[in-house]
């Protein structure tokens, strides 16, 4: 367990933590998109195999959310801007996303070349629309809870996202270093689930309290 740290609220509390990972880490190998052309215009994107991304034993890429123990009819109604799926340099970035049900994704082309956008919902219906070169952003919603929705590029088959719909706004994507925050949490006794795409699911139980953030880790191994 992590040491709890102060939240700066009277009402509400918090949670932050690591999202760890046991094992050997699989290698992130060239896909070799870097020798496409089309692929060579964002020198800054990292183009190697993304699908699990492990630093120093750290797992980045995890969705991290309150799985029980929330009041339904106490959920926040989701007022916010869009969330943001880049394509660029033949890569979806970032490649986990977590947006609410009902919000905005606006998926942007950035590349000299045309790409396709193929999303594969088991809950919510199917999307497969081309975009061609720096077209307009093609905004897409859904309105059903889902963990995760797989985006793909039929054009470029290396290129994937996950992108998590949750009914609730108490959710994190772990970072490269495999740390998560999760903000204005109402006080009370939760299951706290991390999902990864390919590593499948771990839980835990927390308790938080006003005025203070729950700190602690969860493990992966494969």
Same mark, same amino acid.
């Given at each position: 367990?992590l040491?709890?740290?102060?939240?700066d609220?009277?009402?509400?509390?918090?949670?932050?933590?690591?999202? $760890?990972?046991?094992?050997?880490?699989p290698?992130?190998?060239?896909?070799?998109?870097?020798?496409?052309?089309?692929?060579?215009?964002?020198?800054?994107?990292?183009?190697?195999?993304?699908?699990?991304?492990?630093?120093?034993?750290? $797992?980045?890429?995890?969705f991290?959310?309150?799985?029980?123990?929330?009041d339904?009819?106490?959920?926040?109604?989701?007022?916010?801007?869009?969330?943001?799926?880049?394509?660029?340099?033949?890569?979806?970035?970032?490649?986990? $996303?977590?947006?609410?049900?009902?919000?905005?994704?606006?998926?942007?082309? $950035?590349?000299?070349?045309?790409?396709?956008?193929?999303?594969?919902?088991?809950?919510?219906?199917?999307a497969?629309?081309?975009?061609?070169?720096?077209?307009?952003?093609?905004?897409?919603?859904?309105?059903?809870?889902e963990?995760?929705?797989?985006?793909?590029?039929?054009?470029?088959?290396?290129?994937?996202?996950?992108?998590?719909?949750?009914?609730?706004?108490?959710?994190?994507?772990?970072?490269?270093?495999?740390?998560?925050?999760?903000?204005?949490?109402?006080?009370?006794?939760?299951?706290?689930?991390?999902?990864?795409?390919?590593?499948?699911?771990?839980?835990?139980?927390?308790?938080?309290?006003?005025?203070?953030?729950?700190?602690?880790?969860?493990?992966?191994?494969?």
């Amino acid at each position: 367990m992590l040491e709890a740290e102060p939240f700066d609220s009277t009402s509400l509390g918090g949670l932050h933590g690591t999202i $760890l990972f046991q094992g050997e880490a699989p290698e992130r190998f060239d896909q070799g998109v870097s020798a496409r052309s089309e692929c060579q215009h964002h020198s800054g994107v990292d183009q190697r195999a993304n699908a699990v991304v492990v630093n120093a034993g750290k $797992l980045a890429g995890a969705f991290v959310t309150l799985s029980s123990g929330y009041d339904k009819t106490a959920i926040p109604a989701f007022s916010g801007d869009a969330a943001i799926l880049d394509q660029k340099g033949c890569m979806y970035v970032p490649r986990v $996303l977590g947006v609410r049900v009902g919000q905005t994704i606006r998926v942007t082309n $950035l590349d000299p070349a045309s790409h396709n956008v193929h999303t594969k919902g088991k809950r919510n219906r199917e999307a497969n629309t081309t975009m061609g070169a720096k077209q307009t952003p093609l905004e897409l919603v859904f309105e059903r809870p889902e963990l995760p929705i797989p985006f793909k590029c039929d054009i470029h088959p290396w290129m994937g996202a996950a992108v998590f719909v949750e009914e609730h706004p108490w959710f994190a994507v772990s970072d490269e270093a495999g740390a998560f925050r999760i903000r204005d949490v109402p006080p009370g006794e939760y299951v706290v689930q991390a999902i990864h795409e390919g590593l499948g699911k771990v839980s835990g139980s927390v308790k938080v309290a006003a005025g203070s953030s729950t700190g602690f880790t969860l493990s992966f191994s494969k």
